[in-house]
């Protein structure tokens, strides 16, 4: 059991007032007895008030529910609070409000790919996949995410009731007017990807698709971590009341996501600000 000299002064106070209540002694004759200093049952806090900050950080993780104390942290300071990162993962874990942990996987050895290159500018490499999800009315959507591999901007999250090759070079399209045409286009095998309205539309404006090898989902690894953050913070956390209401939805998340949304491998930014600061492949 810690003793009061070893405790903080709340903590203190709180074994004294217990033994003086259990006892009825005075407060000096409680202090004699458990030899701890008196000047502890009179020292001011200095800690500011927490109430707001944990009123704060409790309103950010209601709204963006698969945020973690880090991202939390990254949110606050840009309002403003001058909190360390320490504080906030104290009061997270008071609130109760740690994610839960992931499954544990397998330990297996890898190899790395020696005959893909790494993205060095915006527009290099785009990653491409499908998410499937449903209406509230279990009317099944499919959602097209495209993300840019170097910048982490995210060009489209297109939801339509079903997906066709020429679907998807409509939808490259629209993309391509706004933020350039990539050099490089990862994705998987899918009967829409291999159609050949898009192999048309590739080879018309020299693009490469670079198709995922058979039961390697790995090869498309930015899609795969993109699609993740997509199912867990906008497709689980929404209820579509309509086709219309779900493209407003994810297209509202896509602009948080490039816009405000921490990220990580970019120094906690937000996706849209070093392509800014680079003046190049992506609008403002």
Not at 71 to 94: D, F, M, T
Not at 187 to 216: C, H, M, T
């Amino acid at each position: 059991m810690l003793s009061p000299q070893t405790m903080r002064p709340a903590r203190s106070r709180a074994m004294v007032d217990h033994f003086r209540t259990a006892w009825r002694v005075s407060a000096r004759r409680a202090y004699a007895v458990l030899k701890a200093p008196r000047s502890t049952y009179h020292y001011p806090s200095r800690r500011g008030a927490q109430a707001e900050l944990r009123k704060r950080m409790r309103e950010i993780a209601e709204t963006r529910v698969r945020y973690g104390y880090r991202r939390i942290h990254v949110l606050l300071r840009r309002e403003g609070w001058a909190v360390s990162a320490k504080r906030v993962w104290r009061l997270y874990r008071l609130e109760g409000l740690q994610l839960r942990s992931k499954v544990p996987k397998r330990k297996v050895s890898a190899k790395l790919r020696q005959d893909r290159a790494v993205a060095a500018a915006p527009n290099e490499i785009w990653a491409m996949d499908f998410l499937s999800d449903q209406l509230f009315d279990e009317t099944r959507i499919r959602v097209l995410t495209i993300v840019d591999a170097h910048s982490r901007v995210s060009p489209a999250v297109d939801v339509r009731l079903s997906y066709r090759g020429a679907d998807v070079v409509e939808t490259l399209e629209r993309v391509v007017a706004r933020y350039g045409v990539p050099r490089q286009i990862c994705l998987d095998n899918g009967p829409e990807f291999i159609s050949r309205d898009l192999d048309l539309w590739a080879y018309a404006r020299g693009v490469v698709l670079d198709f995922s090898r058979p039961g390697k989902p790995t090869d498309n690894a930015f899609a795969e971590s993109f699609n993740g953050k997509v199912r867990a913070e906008c497709l689980n956390a929404s209820w579509f009341l309509s086709l219309e209401d779900a493209r407003q939805k994810c297209e509202a998340w896509r602009r948080d996501y490039n816009e405000v949304r921490p990220h990580s491998s970019i120094g906690h930014r937000a996706p849209i600000e070093p392509a800014k600061a680079a003046g190049r492949g992506h609008p403002p």
